[in-house]
């Protein structure tokens, strides 16, 4: 099946920092999202995005699918953005997305 | 904004037992998913369903499990004879098409085994 690596698997930062985080996968996609899990386990949808760029106020994302790899930049970082930022991925001939091990962002205040 | 919602929010069931998770899909979805996260690790796929039939399964959906659309509305997850292992979160998951549509998931059914 297809894999799905992100990284870095733990990242700590002060309040107010930039961060990027990478997901790479091993085959075609025409489904990628990120998704924000929250202390309380719920996952929320950031962005779906198989290809291009899009950004969403402090959030943006870009996926090269030729690549094979996505990235999400988180800027001027709160403390509300900790938690587990996941990135999934759909395979061309999948209705099911698989997800990747996840970035644990701690925001420091 | 339409969502997928999820009941119960958290059961503790025994070892043993069979249960039952349920879940609202967005309304004008045909694609329906759950998935499972284990405490600490990654969210998995178990089971998708279109049309009133599985379209796929992984290795995790064996014969404990088994999934229905009853009516119009609910989509449910079974698991019989629940064992401790099977303790984690639990995602309903619904999207409009499939390859290449948005998944939208609910907020998650914790189920506890003791």
């Known amino acids: 099946g297809i894999q799905v690596e992100q990284s870095p698997p733990d990242l700590i930062l002060q309040e107010g920092a930039n961060s990027t985080l990478r997901c790479n996968f091993s085959d075609s996609v025409n489904n990628l999202q990120w998704f924000h899990q929250n202390p309380w386990g719920q996952l929320i949808n950031l962005f779906y995005?198989?290809?291009g760029t899009k950004q969403n106020g402090r959030l943006s994302a870009t996926t090269v699918a030729t690549e094979r790899y996505s990235l999400l930049y988180i800027s001027s970082s709160q403390t509300t953005d900790s938690g587990v930022y996941f990135c999934a991925v759909g395979k061309r001939r999948d209705d099911k997305i698989i997800f990747g091990k996840g970035t644990r962002l701690h925001i420091l205040p | 904004e339409p969502e997928v919602t999820q009941t119960p929010s958290h059961q503790v069931t025994q070892m043993g037992q069979e249960v039952i998770l349920r879940c609202v899909p967005i309304?004008?979805?045909?694609?329906f998913y759950w998935y499972r996260q284990i405490l600490g690790q990654k969210v998995e796929f178990l089971v998708s369903f279109y049309n009133n039939e599985i379209s796929e399964k992984s290795e995790i959906f064996d014969d404990q499990f088994s999934v229905e659309r009853p009516d119009g509305s609910n989509f449910t997850l079974k698991i019989r004879s629940t064992k401790l292992e099977d303790s984690a979160m639990y995602f309903c998951?619904?999207?409009?098409?499939?390859?290449?549509?948005?998944?939208?998931f609910g907020e998650g059914s914790w189920l506890t085994v003791v």
């Open positions: 995005i198989p290809s």
């Open positions: 998951a619904s999207s409009r098409g499939g390859r290449g549509n948005t998944i939208y």
């Open positions: 309304s004008n979805h045909l694609y």
